[in-house]
């Protein structure tokens, strides 16, 4: 007998009332938990601390208080929460501002109620999701990072998290941008295996989220063996 999960609980930020009602109605039809909505970003902070969301959809552009430091302050206080910005604006700029801020996947508001439902489920497991032509740019930005100078010692530092071969498997893909469900197809192995695979990495490398996670591995050059 299958487990009945429990659903996905959901918040939305946005100062357009007529909008946040339609995105929430729409995650609610679908299964979706809304928890909790507000208009600007104070009231966002205040609600989601309170409601306790899984994941935070998030428009940058809000009266009180910028999605960005929005952002920062709820990742801050709980790194587990998981937001995707919906936001009108591509410019570079915004989405990097956004990715730094913590957020872990980026949607252009002219996206389908189709893909925001799946950015919302895959944001809830962990995967970056962003706006074709998005993701290119976020994973040259972490690659500029990385490649500034940091103190990297050629042997591997005492007491270092020892990762399994598959564990380094796993993250070697995830550093190449690809999705949990093309890891599993192409390591054959279940989606639930590669998401419990991150999960340990994680905790083993102490870090936070799949952001975090794929500047490691591009730092340590896992992106291109």
């Known amino acids: 007998m299958t487990q009945q999960q429990d659903p996905i609980k959901v918040m939305v930020v946005d100062d357009h009332p007529m909008w ?3 995105v929430a109605r729409d ?3 679908s299964g979706f938990e809304v928890v909790a909505t507000a208009g600007d970003g104070e009231q966002a902070v205040r609600r989601a601390k309170a409601a306790a969301p899984d994941v935070l959809v998030l428009d940058l552009n809000l009266p009180a208080k910028p999605g960005v430091q929005v952002c920062k302050e709820l990742v ?7 937001v995707l910005v919906l ?3 591509g410019e570079h700029a915004d989405v990097l501002e956004a990715v730094k801020s913590g957020a872990t996947g980026y949607l252009l508001k002219s996206a389908s109620t189709e893909e925001l439902l799946d950015a ?4 809830a497991v962990g995967d970056a999701v962003f706006t074709p032509g998005l993701a290119g740019l976020v994973l040259g930005e972490y690659r500029r990072l990385a490649a ?3 103190p990297a010692p050629d042997a591997e530092e005492p007491g270092a998290p020892r990762l399994t071969d598959r564990e380094t498997e796993v993250l070697r893909l995830v550093a190449k941008g690809l999705s949990y469900k ?3 197809e192409r390591l054959v192995i279940s989606h639930r295996t590669v998401q419990n695979h991150v999960q340990n990495t994680l905790g083993k490398l102490q870090l ?3 952001v975090e996670l794929v500047r490691y591995a591009i730092e340590r050059g896992l992106d291109d063996e």
């Open 20 to 22: 946040r009602d339609a």
């Open 27 to 29: 995650l609610a039809e």
């Open 76 to 82: 801050g206080h709980n790194p587990a929460l998981r």
């Open 87 to 89: 936001s009108a604006s």
């Open 120 to 123: 919302v489920r895959r944001t």
């Open 148 to 150: 500034e100078p940091v």
């Open 182 to 184: 093309q890891i599993a």
């Open 208 to 210: 936070h989220n799949r």
